[in-house]
Protein backbone atom coordinates (compact mmCIF):
# COMPACT_ATOMS: atom_id res chain seq x y z
CA UNK A 1 0.00 0.00 0.00
CA UNK A 2 1.67 3.26 -1.31
CA UNK A 3 0.56 6.24 1.46
CA UNK A 4 -1.15 9.14 -0.28
CA UNK A 5 -0.78 12.74 0.35
CA UNK A 6 -3.62 14.99 -1.67
CA UNK A 7 -2.46 18.34 -1.65
CA UNK A 8 -5.62 20.68 -2.46
CA UNK A 9 -4.92 24.31 -3.72
CA UNK A 10 -7.78 26.78 -3.06
CA UNK A 11 -6.29 29.96 -2.47
CA UNK A 12 -7.22 31.51 -5.88
CA UNK A 13 -9.71 34.99 -5.42
CA UNK A 14 -11.95 33.59 -8.02
CA UNK A 15 -12.17 37.19 -9.48
CA UNK A 16 -14.37 35.88 -12.06
CA UNK A 17 -17.35 35.13 -9.88
CA UNK A 18 -17.73 38.74 -9.20
CA UNK A 19 -18.67 37.39 -5.17
CA UNK A 20 -17.77 38.08 -1.87
CA UNK A 21 -17.31 34.44 -1.00
CA UNK A 22 -14.23 32.53 -1.80
CA UNK A 23 -14.50 30.44 -5.35
CA UNK A 24 -14.14 26.67 -3.61
CA UNK A 25 -17.42 27.68 -1.32
CA UNK A 26 -19.52 27.87 -4.28
CA UNK A 27 -21.37 25.00 -4.40
CA UNK A 28 -22.64 22.49 -6.72
CA UNK A 29 -24.99 20.13 -6.58
CA UNK A 30 -25.55 21.65 -2.94
CA UNK A 31 -22.12 20.92 -1.52
CA UNK A 32 -19.19 23.02 -1.56
CA UNK A 33 -16.89 22.84 -4.74
CA UNK A 34 -14.06 21.78 -2.10
CA UNK A 35 -15.96 19.68 -0.52
CA UNK A 36 -16.85 17.82 -3.44
CA UNK A 37 -12.89 17.82 -3.90
CA UNK A 38 -12.22 16.45 -0.24
CA UNK A 39 -14.60 13.72 -1.19
CA UNK A 40 -12.87 12.22 -3.96
CA UNK A 41 -9.25 12.78 -1.83
CA UNK A 42 -11.30 10.76 0.86
CA UNK A 43 -12.63 8.10 -1.54
CA UNK A 44 -9.11 7.55 -3.20
CA UNK A 45 -7.84 6.93 -0.09
CA UNK A 46 -5.86 9.42 1.17
CA UNK A 47 -3.82 8.78 4.29
CA UNK A 48 -3.27 12.67 4.72
CA UNK A 49 -5.28 15.98 2.87
CA UNK A 50 -3.32 19.48 2.85
CA UNK A 51 -5.46 22.05 1.60
CA UNK A 52 -4.08 25.35 0.58
CA UNK A 53 -5.79 28.02 1.27
CA UNK A 54 -5.86 32.16 0.67
CA UNK A 55 -5.36 34.81 3.31
CA UNK A 56 -9.01 35.52 5.18
CA UNK A 57 -10.07 32.60 3.58
CA UNK A 58 -10.99 31.39 7.20
CA UNK A 59 -14.94 29.60 6.00
CA UNK A 60 -13.52 27.61 3.54
CA UNK A 61 -10.80 26.34 6.55
CA UNK A 62 -13.68 25.97 8.53
CA UNK A 63 -15.57 24.22 5.25
CA UNK A 64 -12.46 22.11 5.38
CA UNK A 65 -12.60 21.02 8.91
CA UNK A 66 -16.02 19.90 8.71
CA UNK A 67 -15.36 17.46 6.04
CA UNK A 68 -12.44 16.15 6.73
CA UNK A 69 -11.36 16.85 10.12
CA UNK A 70 -7.51 15.37 9.70
CA UNK A 71 -6.83 17.58 7.09
CA UNK A 72 -4.35 20.17 7.37
CA UNK A 73 -4.72 23.30 6.57
CA UNK A 74 -2.28 25.78 4.97
CA UNK A 75 -2.14 29.34 4.07
CA UNK A 76 -0.88 30.50 0.74
CA UNK A 77 -0.29 34.43 1.62
CA UNK A 78 0.87 36.01 -1.34
CA UNK A 79 -0.56 33.86 -4.66
CA UNK A 80 2.76 33.63 -6.49
CA UNK A 81 1.80 30.75 -8.92
CA UNK A 82 0.71 26.76 -8.22
CA UNK A 83 3.94 25.55 -7.97
CA UNK A 84 4.46 27.94 -4.97
CA UNK A 85 1.11 26.94 -3.49
CA UNK A 86 2.07 23.11 -3.41
CA UNK A 87 5.07 24.36 -1.28
CA UNK A 88 2.68 26.16 0.91
CA UNK A 89 2.40 22.50 2.30
CA UNK A 90 5.80 21.86 2.64
CA UNK A 91 5.43 20.86 6.24
CA UNK A 92 3.25 17.50 4.71
CA UNK A 93 5.79 17.21 1.69
CA UNK A 94 8.38 16.94 4.23
CA UNK A 95 6.66 14.28 5.98
CA UNK A 96 7.62 12.17 2.72
CA UNK A 97 4.68 10.15 1.32
CA UNK A 98 5.17 7.77 -1.31
CA UNK A 99 2.91 9.31 -3.70
CA UNK A 100 1.63 13.08 -3.88
CA UNK A 101 -1.49 13.81 -6.35
CA UNK A 102 -2.41 17.95 -6.68
CA UNK A 103 -5.68 18.82 -7.09
CA UNK A 104 -7.66 22.14 -7.91
CA UNK A 105 -10.13 22.94 -5.26
CA UNK A 106 -12.16 24.77 -8.23
CA UNK A 107 -12.02 21.29 -10.13
CA UNK A 108 -15.20 19.54 -8.38
CA UNK A 109 -16.10 16.74 -10.66
CA UNK A 110 -13.15 14.59 -10.63
CA UNK A 111 -13.66 11.22 -9.83
CA UNK A 112 -11.86 8.70 -7.20
CA UNK A 113 -11.05 6.02 -10.00
CA UNK A 114 -9.05 9.17 -11.92
CA UNK A 115 -6.68 9.74 -9.21
CA UNK A 116 -6.42 6.45 -8.77
CA UNK A 117 -5.50 6.20 -12.76
CA UNK A 118 -3.12 9.16 -12.36
CA UNK A 119 -0.94 7.19 -9.59
CA UNK A 120 -0.44 4.06 -11.57
CA UNK A 121 2.63 5.58 -13.38
CA UNK A 122 4.35 6.61 -10.28
CA UNK A 123 3.69 2.79 -9.23
CA UNK A 124 5.62 1.87 -12.43
CA UNK A 125 8.45 4.00 -11.33
CA UNK A 126 7.94 7.73 -13.07
CA UNK A 127 8.85 10.65 -11.32
CA UNK A 128 5.54 12.57 -12.16
CA UNK A 129 1.93 11.52 -14.05
CA UNK A 130 0.03 14.48 -15.37
CA UNK A 131 -3.74 14.41 -16.05
CA UNK A 132 -4.47 15.20 -20.08
CA UNK A 133 -7.92 16.12 -21.37
CA UNK A 134 -9.23 17.61 -24.69
CA UNK A 135 -11.71 20.33 -24.63
CA UNK A 136 -13.61 21.78 -27.46
CA UNK A 137 -11.28 24.96 -26.85
CA UNK A 138 -7.75 24.13 -25.81
CA UNK A 139 -7.13 27.99 -25.42
CA UNK A 140 -5.77 29.47 -22.11
CA UNK A 141 -4.74 25.37 -20.89
CA UNK A 142 -1.46 24.48 -20.77
CA UNK A 143 -0.30 21.93 -23.90
CA UNK A 144 1.36 18.75 -23.18
CA UNK A 145 3.88 17.58 -25.33
CA UNK A 146 4.01 14.01 -25.96
CA UNK A 147 6.22 11.58 -27.58
CA UNK A 148 4.39 8.43 -27.97
CA UNK A 149 3.05 7.23 -24.27
CA UNK A 150 5.78 9.46 -23.09
CA UNK A 151 5.05 13.20 -21.25
CA UNK A 152 8.00 15.79 -22.58
CA UNK A 153 6.99 19.02 -20.90
CA UNK A 154 3.51 21.03 -20.24
CA UNK A 155 3.47 24.20 -22.56
CA UNK A 156 1.52 26.90 -20.53
CA UNK A 157 -0.58 28.98 -23.37
CA UNK A 158 1.87 31.96 -22.56
CA UNK A 159 4.93 30.28 -23.46
CA UNK A 160 3.54 27.99 -26.30
CA UNK A 161 4.62 28.63 -30.08
CA UNK A 162 2.07 28.82 -32.41
CA UNK A 163 2.89 25.40 -33.66
CA UNK A 164 2.55 24.28 -29.57
CA UNK A 165 -0.90 26.17 -29.76
CA UNK A 166 -2.21 23.40 -32.11
CA UNK A 167 -2.04 20.84 -29.71
CA UNK A 168 -5.25 19.87 -28.41
CA UNK A 169 -4.15 17.56 -25.81
CA UNK A 170 -4.10 19.70 -22.66
CA UNK A 171 -3.14 19.73 -18.92
CA UNK A 172 -6.17 19.25 -16.61
CA UNK A 173 -3.96 20.36 -13.73
CA UNK A 174 -3.71 17.34 -11.60
CA UNK A 175 -0.71 16.07 -11.21
CA UNK A 176 0.45 12.80 -9.40
CA UNK A 177 4.06 13.39 -7.90
CA UNK A 178 6.89 10.53 -6.88
CA UNK A 179 6.48 11.77 -3.13
CA UNK A 180 10.12 11.34 -2.32
CA UNK A 181 11.07 13.56 -4.76
CA UNK A 182 8.49 15.87 -5.02
CA UNK A 183 10.05 18.75 -2.12
CA UNK A 184 13.34 18.20 -4.80
CA UNK A 185 11.44 18.87 -7.89
CA UNK A 186 9.39 21.84 -6.69
CA UNK A 187 12.34 23.51 -5.20
CA UNK A 188 14.07 23.54 -8.66
CA UNK A 189 11.13 25.46 -9.86
CA UNK A 190 11.73 29.22 -10.77
CA UNK A 191 9.75 32.38 -12.29
CA UNK A 192 11.40 32.93 -15.34
CA UNK A 193 8.43 32.60 -17.32
CA UNK A 194 5.75 35.21 -19.18
CA UNK A 195 3.77 35.39 -16.06
CA UNK A 196 6.80 35.49 -13.17
CA UNK A 197 4.86 32.64 -11.47
CA UNK A 198 6.22 29.46 -10.32
CA UNK A 199 4.69 26.91 -12.67
CA UNK A 200 4.18 23.51 -10.91
CA UNK A 201 4.12 22.30 -14.63
CA UNK A 202 7.59 22.73 -14.91
CA UNK A 203 7.98 20.11 -12.93
CA UNK A 204 7.73 17.66 -15.79
CA UNK A 205 10.67 18.69 -17.91
CA UNK A 206 13.02 19.16 -14.25
CA UNK A 207 11.87 15.08 -13.59
CA UNK A 208 13.26 14.05 -17.02
CA UNK A 209 16.10 16.45 -16.85
CA UNK A 210 16.90 14.38 -13.74
CA UNK A 211 16.31 11.04 -15.08
CA UNK A 212 12.49 10.36 -14.25
CA UNK A 213 9.97 9.53 -16.54
CA UNK A 214 6.54 11.29 -17.01
CA UNK A 215 3.82 9.79 -17.59
CA UNK A 216 0.34 10.87 -18.86
CA UNK A 217 -3.57 9.82 -18.23
CA UNK A 218 -6.01 11.32 -20.52
CA UNK A 219 -10.23 11.74 -19.07
CA UNK A 220 -13.19 12.85 -20.30
CA UNK A 221 -13.41 16.83 -20.19
CA UNK A 222 -16.75 16.98 -18.08
CA UNK A 223 -14.61 15.21 -15.54
CA UNK A 224 -12.36 17.63 -15.47
CA UNK A 225 -14.39 21.24 -16.12
CA UNK A 226 -12.69 24.11 -14.16
CA UNK A 227 -15.39 26.66 -12.63
CA UNK A 228 -13.84 29.96 -12.87
CA UNK A 229 -17.45 32.26 -13.73
CA UNK A 230 -20.78 32.02 -12.90
CA UNK A 231 -21.42 30.16 -16.11
CA UNK A 232 -18.68 27.58 -15.86
CA UNK A 233 -20.36 26.72 -12.21
CA UNK A 234 -23.73 25.90 -13.75
CA UNK A 235 -21.70 24.05 -16.80
CA UNK A 236 -20.70 21.84 -13.79
CA UNK A 237 -24.04 21.73 -11.78
CA UNK A 238 -25.51 20.26 -15.04
CA UNK A 239 -22.85 17.46 -15.58
CA UNK A 240 -23.25 16.81 -12.05
CA UNK A 241 -26.97 16.47 -11.80
CA UNK A 242 -26.91 14.17 -14.77
CA UNK A 243 -24.30 11.77 -13.14
CA UNK A 244 -26.34 11.97 -9.80
CA UNK A 245 -29.86 11.35 -11.72
CA UNK A 246 -28.30 8.54 -13.58
CA UNK A 247 -26.73 7.31 -10.14
CA UNK A 248 -30.28 7.32 -8.44
CA UNK A 249 -32.18 5.43 -11.45
CA UNK A 250 -29.21 2.70 -11.51
CA UNK A 251 -30.14 2.30 -7.48
CA UNK A 252 -33.59 1.71 -8.52
CA UNK A 253 -35.29 5.25 -8.38
CA UNK A 254 -37.52 6.14 -11.11
CA UNK A 255 -37.21 9.30 -12.28
CA UNK A 256 -40.13 9.99 -14.59
CA UNK A 257 -39.02 13.06 -16.16
CA UNK A 258 -34.94 12.94 -14.92
CA UNK A 259 -34.19 16.12 -16.10
CA UNK A 260 -36.45 18.20 -14.46
CA UNK A 261 -35.44 16.91 -11.35
CA UNK A 262 -32.46 18.48 -9.22
CA UNK A 263 -31.04 16.27 -6.48
CA UNK A 264 -27.90 17.30 -3.92
CA UNK A 265 -24.80 15.46 -4.38
CA UNK A 266 -25.68 14.03 -0.48
CA UNK A 267 -29.32 12.85 -1.74
CA UNK A 268 -29.84 8.85 -0.64
CA UNK A 269 -32.58 6.78 -1.98
CA UNK A 270 -34.17 3.49 -1.27
CA UNK A 271 -35.45 1.20 -3.54
CA UNK A 272 -38.61 1.57 -5.90
CA UNK A 273 -38.70 5.47 -4.73
CA UNK A 274 -40.68 7.23 -7.50
CA UNK A 275 -40.36 10.98 -8.07
CA UNK A 276 -42.22 12.42 -10.23
CA UNK A 277 -41.42 15.43 -12.33
CA UNK A 278 -39.99 19.38 -10.75
CA UNK A 279 -39.02 17.84 -7.82
CA UNK A 280 -36.01 19.65 -5.54
CA UNK A 281 -33.47 18.35 -3.15
CA UNK A 282 -31.96 19.92 -1.56
CA UNK A 283 -29.04 18.71 0.81
CA UNK A 284 -29.35 16.04 3.78
CA UNK A 285 -32.06 14.20 2.43
CA UNK A 286 -33.37 10.68 2.14
CA UNK A 287 -36.01 8.68 1.14
CA UNK A 288 -36.82 5.31 1.91
CA UNK A 289 -38.17 2.59 -0.06
CA UNK A 290 -41.55 2.71 -1.83
CA UNK A 291 -41.99 6.46 -0.80
CA UNK A 292 -42.97 8.37 -3.29
CA UNK A 293 -42.32 12.40 -3.64
CA UNK A 294 -44.90 13.51 -6.11
CA UNK A 295 -44.40 16.58 -8.47
CA UNK A 296 -43.06 20.19 -7.52
CA UNK A 297 -41.91 19.38 -4.10
CA UNK A 298 -38.85 21.40 -2.59
CA UNK A 299 -37.24 18.82 -0.02
CA UNK A 300 -34.21 19.82 2.42
CA UNK A 301 -32.73 17.88 5.45
CA UNK A 302 -35.51 15.88 6.04
CA UNK A 303 -35.94 11.77 5.99
CA UNK A 304 -38.62 10.27 3.96
CA UNK A 305 -40.10 7.28 5.81
CA UNK A 306 -40.99 3.68 3.90
CA UNK A 307 -43.94 3.63 1.24
CA UNK A 308 -44.44 7.92 2.61
CA UNK A 309 -45.99 9.83 0.10
CA UNK A 310 -44.67 13.78 0.00
CA UNK A 311 -46.60 16.04 -2.52
CA UNK A 312 -47.61 17.21 -5.14
CA UNK A 313 -46.41 21.28 -3.86
CA UNK A 314 -45.37 19.85 -0.35
CA UNK A 315 -42.40 21.59 1.28
CA UNK A 316 -40.28 19.42 3.94
CA UNK A 317 -37.66 21.66 5.17
CA UNK A 318 -34.83 20.63 7.61
CA UNK A 319 -35.98 18.39 10.55
CA UNK A 320 -38.77 17.15 9.22
CA UNK A 321 -38.80 13.23 9.77
CA UNK A 322 -41.50 11.27 7.98
CA UNK A 323 -42.05 7.63 9.43
CA UNK A 324 -43.69 5.15 7.63
CA UNK A 325 -46.32 5.52 5.52
CA UNK A 326 -46.99 9.13 6.18
CA UNK A 327 -48.70 11.04 3.81
CA UNK A 328 -47.90 15.03 3.15
CA UNK A 329 -50.15 16.49 0.51
CA UNK A 330 -50.22 19.51 -1.17
CA UNK A 331 -49.34 23.11 0.39
CA UNK A 332 -48.17 21.79 3.46
CA UNK A 333 -45.01 22.63 5.09
CA UNK A 334 -42.96 20.43 7.42
CA UNK A 335 -40.00 21.61 9.49
CA UNK A 336 -38.42 20.03 12.51
CA UNK A 337 -40.99 17.57 13.29
CA UNK A 338 -41.16 14.06 13.61
CA UNK A 339 -44.47 12.73 11.87
CA UNK A 340 -45.14 8.93 13.17
CA UNK A 341 -46.14 6.07 11.08
CA UNK A 342 -49.47 6.82 9.36
CA UNK A 343 -49.52 10.64 10.57
CA UNK A 344 -51.74 12.66 7.74
CA UNK A 345 -51.40 16.09 6.86
CA UNK A 346 -53.22 16.22 3.50
CA UNK A 347 -53.78 20.00 3.20
CA UNK A 348 -52.81 23.58 3.33
CA UNK A 349 -51.00 23.37 7.13
CA UNK A 350 -47.52 24.55 8.55
CA UNK A 351 -45.81 21.99 11.14
CA UNK A 352 -42.82 23.10 12.68
CA UNK A 353 -41.21 22.16 15.87
CA UNK A 354 -43.73 19.81 16.47
CA UNK A 355 -44.09 16.09 16.96
CA UNK A 356 -46.70 13.93 16.40
CA UNK A 357 -47.82 10.23 16.85
CA UNK A 358 -48.99 7.59 15.13
CA UNK A 359 -52.27 7.43 12.57
CA UNK A 360 -52.91 11.18 13.89
CA UNK A 361 -54.83 13.29 11.10
CA UNK A 362 -54.25 16.74 10.95
CA UNK A 363 -56.78 18.56 9.40
CA UNK A 364 -56.85 21.42 6.26
CA UNK A 365 -55.35 24.34 7.32
CA UNK A 366 -53.37 23.58 10.83
CA UNK A 367 -51.08 25.71 11.45
CA UNK A 368 -48.49 25.43 14.87
CA UNK A 369 -47.95 29.03 15.60
CA UNK A 370 -44.31 28.13 16.77
CA UNK A 371 -42.72 31.43 17.05
CA UNK A 372 -44.12 34.52 19.47
CA UNK A 373 -41.58 36.68 17.65
CA UNK A 374 -39.00 35.94 20.34
CA UNK A 375 -38.57 32.27 20.70
CA UNK A 376 -39.70 28.79 18.98
CA UNK A 377 -42.13 26.42 20.75
CA UNK A 378 -42.70 23.21 20.53
CA UNK A 379 -46.24 21.89 19.82
CA UNK A 380 -46.49 17.99 21.09
CA UNK A 381 -49.79 15.89 19.27
CA UNK A 382 -50.19 12.34 20.70
CA UNK A 383 -50.72 9.38 18.96
CA UNK A 384 -54.41 8.32 16.93
CA UNK A 385 -55.84 12.01 17.44
CA UNK A 386 -57.22 14.05 15.67
CA UNK A 387 -56.88 17.88 14.67
CA UNK A 388 -60.17 20.13 12.67
CA UNK A 389 -59.98 21.47 9.88
CA UNK A 390 -58.21 25.22 10.43
CA UNK A 391 -56.78 24.59 13.87
CA UNK A 392 -54.13 26.69 15.67
CA UNK A 393 -52.16 24.88 18.11
CA UNK A 394 -50.38 28.05 19.83
CA UNK A 395 -47.24 26.60 21.19
CA UNK A 396 -45.89 25.60 23.71
CA UNK A 397 -49.44 23.25 23.66
CA UNK A 398 -49.60 19.54 24.10
CA UNK A 399 -52.49 17.41 22.54
CA UNK A 400 -53.21 13.96 24.64
CA UNK A 401 -53.38 10.56 22.33
CA UNK A 402 -56.60 10.49 21.00
CA UNK A 403 -57.99 13.98 21.67
CA UNK A 404 -60.05 15.23 19.22
CA UNK A 405 -60.05 19.17 18.18
CA UNK A 406 -62.99 21.01 16.80
CA UNK A 407 -62.84 22.49 13.93
CA UNK A 408 -61.48 25.88 14.05
CA UNK A 409 -60.45 25.77 17.21
CA UNK A 410 -57.56 27.93 18.39
CA UNK A 411 -55.56 25.67 21.17
CA UNK A 412 -54.25 27.80 23.71
CA UNK A 413 -54.36 25.09 26.79
CA UNK A 414 -52.98 21.68 26.70
CA UNK A 415 -55.93 19.13 25.90
CA UNK A 416 -55.77 15.57 27.56
CA UNK A 417 -55.76 12.47 26.38
CA UNK A 418 -59.22 11.36 24.71
CA UNK A 419 -60.45 14.99 25.56
CA UNK A 420 -62.81 16.83 22.91
CA UNK A 421 -61.17 20.73 22.69
CA UNK A 422 -63.29 23.03 21.05
CA UNK A 423 -61.78 26.13 21.21
CA UNK A 424 -63.68 28.59 19.34
CA UNK A 425 -66.80 31.24 19.75
CA UNK A 426 -70.37 29.41 20.02
CA UNK A 427 -72.43 29.78 16.63
CA UNK A 428 -75.53 31.96 17.18
CA UNK A 429 -78.65 31.16 14.88
CA UNK A 430 -81.03 34.26 14.10
CA UNK A 431 -84.27 32.93 12.18
CA UNK A 432 -85.69 34.96 9.61
CA UNK A 433 -83.06 37.80 9.98
CA UNK A 434 -81.45 37.20 6.77
CA UNK A 435 -84.37 37.97 4.50
CA UNK A 436 -84.49 41.12 7.16
CA UNK A 437 -81.38 42.22 6.50
CA UNK A 438 -81.49 41.87 2.68
CA UNK A 439 -84.48 43.94 2.57
CA UNK A 440 -82.80 46.99 4.25
CA UNK A 441 -79.99 46.06 2.01
CA UNK A 442 -81.82 46.71 -0.72
CA UNK A 443 -83.59 49.81 0.21
CA UNK A 444 -80.29 51.41 0.55
CA UNK A 445 -80.55 50.91 4.52
CA UNK A 446 -77.43 50.57 6.48
CA UNK A 447 -77.87 47.59 8.79
CA UNK A 448 -77.62 48.31 12.66
CA UNK A 449 -74.36 47.90 13.80
C1 LIG B 1 -3.14 25.81 -14.63
C2 LIG B 1 -2.00 25.05 -15.28
C3 LIG B 1 -2.35 24.76 -16.74
C4 LIG B 1 -3.64 23.97 -16.80
C5 LIG B 1 -4.77 24.69 -16.06
C6 LIG B 1 -5.96 23.78 -15.94
C7 LIG B 1 0.03 25.89 -14.20
C8 LIG B 1 1.20 26.77 -14.31
N1 LIG B 1 -0.80 25.90 -15.23
O1 LIG B 1 -3.26 27.06 -15.29
O2 LIG B 1 -1.31 24.02 -17.36
O3 LIG B 1 -4.01 23.73 -18.16
O4 LIG B 1 -4.34 25.04 -14.72
O5 LIG B 1 -7.02 24.46 -15.38
O6 LIG B 1 -0.10 25.19 -13.22
N2 LIG B 1 -3.63 28.52 -7.20
C9 LIG B 1 -3.25 28.77 -5.91
N3 LIG B 1 -2.22 29.62 -5.68
C10 LIG B 1 -1.53 30.22 -6.69
C11 LIG B 1 -1.94 29.96 -8.02
C12 LIG B 1 -2.98 29.10 -8.24
O7 LIG B 1 -3.84 28.24 -4.97
O8 LIG B 1 -0.60 30.97 -6.41
C13 LIG B 1 -4.75 27.60 -7.44
C14 LIG B 1 -5.95 28.30 -8.05
O9 LIG B 1 -6.85 28.70 -7.05
C15 LIG B 1 -6.56 27.21 -8.92
C16 LIG B 1 -5.36 26.38 -9.34
O10 LIG B 1 -4.35 26.65 -8.39
O11 LIG B 1 -7.45 26.38 -8.20
C17 LIG B 1 -4.89 26.69 -10.74
O12 LIG B 1 -4.50 28.03 -10.83
P1 LIG B 1 -4.87 28.92 -12.09
O13 LIG B 1 -4.34 30.29 -11.86
O14 LIG B 1 -6.27 28.77 -12.46
O15 LIG B 1 -3.95 28.21 -13.21
P2 LIG B 1 -4.14 28.31 -14.77
O16 LIG B 1 -3.46 29.52 -15.26
O17 LIG B 1 -5.55 28.10 -15.12
MG1 LIG C 1 -7.44 28.15 -14.11
Known amino acids: MRQLLVIVLAAGEGTRMRSSVPKVLHAVAGRPMVSHVLDAALAAGAARIAVVIGPDHDKVAAEVRRVAPDAEVFVQSERRGTAHAVLAARAALERGYDDVVVMYGDTPLVRPETLA ?17 RPADPTGYGRLLTEGDELLAIREEKEASAQERTIGLCNAGLMALDGHAALDLLDRVDYANAKKEFYLTDVVEIARGLGRRAGVCEVAAEDVAGVNSRAQLAQAEAILQRRLRARAMEAGVTLVAPETVFLAADTRFGRDVI ?14 DGATIRAFSHVEGAHVGPGAIVGPFARLRPGAELGQGVHVGNFVEIKASDLAPGVKVNHLSYVGDSSVGANTNI ?23 FIGTNSLLVAPVSVGDGAYLATGSVITDDVPADTLAIGRARQVNKPGLAARLRAKLSAGLAPKK
Open 117 to 133: ALRVPLAEGAGVAVLGF
Open 275 to 288: VEPNVFFGPGVRVE
Open 363 to 385: GAGTITCNYDGFRKHRTTIGANA
